[in-house]
């Protein structure tokens, strides 16, 4: 079954408002999480690093203000999309690295939740 | 900098045939790990396979074989006997360092028909 759970999976919204993704690790801690983006037909490319007890680390290019990530517990984070537009459509996916403080070499496996498509009209 | 690229962007074959994924990858850190995902149309995620930097064994699983090849920089995907359900988008990943962070190649698509 499933180790990282996200939630929504789907939702729609009309432009201007927010919208907030969860992203659980269910049998898990996990200290250090990853928020991915994906546009239809195109490969994922990582947001965020979600850091248990302090910010989040943003890659270049990503609006820190637009996206609000919390990561609350050692099994949440939360991915909020302020003010959304329509060009903030699409496929948010979190990961979480099982095992260790998000280290590979002492962790087993990268899970993936199971992804959230939002569509802002 | 590290960087997966695939080069193919959509492969259709036959039900029962053999298909090759390839994926190449570069980096400049010696300890690294190589990824495949299957992405099918339901959206999710579905991993296939890890490697290390320091394992360049082959690994078979099913009908599913990996070639690493450190020499080349490449980690090709073959399916084997291919069937419908392999219609999916496959993804090649890397990792480098002390963090989980993934570097996606663009992907796959792959169509299988019957």
């Known amino acids: 079954g499933a180790v990282v759970s996200q939630h929504p999976s789907r939702v729609i919204c009309k432009s201007g408002t927010s919208v907030k993704i969860e992203c659980r690790s269910l049998d898990f801690q996990a200290t250090t999480m990853f928020w991915y983006r994906q546009f239809p037909k195109q490969s994922l490319m990582l947001m965020a690093t979600s850091n248990e007890g302090s910010k989040a680390t943003y890659e270049q290019g990503v609006e820190k203000d637009k996206f609000l990530i919390n990561h609350a517990s050692l099994t949440l984070s939360t991915l909020t999309v302020t003010s959304a537009h329509p060009e903030d459509s699409s496929f948010y996916i979190c990961s979480a690295p099982r095992g260790g403080r998000g280290h590979l070499l002492n962790t087993g496996e990268l899970f993936f939740g199971e992804g959230s498509r939002l569509t802002v009209l | ?114």
């Open chain 2, 1 to 114: 900098a590290q960087k997966v690229t695939q080069a193919q962007t959509e492969i259709s074959v036959v039900e029962k045939e053999d298909v090759t994924l390839d994926c190449v990858y570069e980096t400049r850190d010696t300890t690294y790990y190589l990824f495949w995902y299957k992405q099918p149309p339901s959206g999710e995620l579905v991993f296939l396979i890890r490697r290390n930097s320091f394992d360049e064994q082959n690994e078979i699983s099913g009908r599913y074989s990996w070639n690493f090849q450190k020499s080349t920089s490449s980690f090709n995907f073959t399916i084997t006997a291919s069937q419908v359900v392999d219609s999916a988008v496959y993804f090649c990943a890397l990792s480098t360092g002390a963090n989980s962070k993934l570097t996606f190649g663009k992907g796959i698509t792959l169509s299988v028909r019957p």
